[in-house]
């Protein structure tokens, strides 16, 4: 997803979701040769600008899901800024794993 600020400058603190315990705010490392995921404190939306959440880079992961998922179903995700402010939106579930291939 796509987090537009169209104000100073902002971070995305925590997120929520009914569906999940648990949930972490993640980045991507490359480190030794390995790309490595990596948990952060926040995550910086600079002023003016948008910041792209997507598998690879910076996103949230669910840990402790409270139920199956289904693909194309609709979770309600809670955003919480240091600002105060808090969004909600809808995420589509999505195969993050479909057509990758692991070799040993």
Not at 23 to 39: C, N, P, S
Not at 84 to 101: I, L, R, S
Request: charged content about 25%; overall charge negative; hydrophobic content about 40%.
């Amino acid at each position: 997803f796509d987090i537009v600020n169209n104000g100073g400058a902002n971070e995305l603190v925590s997120a929520s979701t009914p569906v999940s315990k648990r949930v972490e705010l993640h980045t991507h490392l490359h480190e030794d040769g390995m790309m490595k995921m990596r948990e952060v404190e926040s995550i910086t939306i600079a002023k003016n600008s948008d910041t792209i959440l997507k598998p690879g880079g910076l996103h949230i992961m669910l840990f402790e899901l409270t139920g199956p998922l289904k693909e194309e179903e609709f979770i309600d995700v809670n955003l919480n800024f240091a600002n105060g402010d808090k969004e909600v939106f809808k995420a589509p579930v999505k195969k993050v794993m479909a057509g990758m291939k692991h070799k040993m």
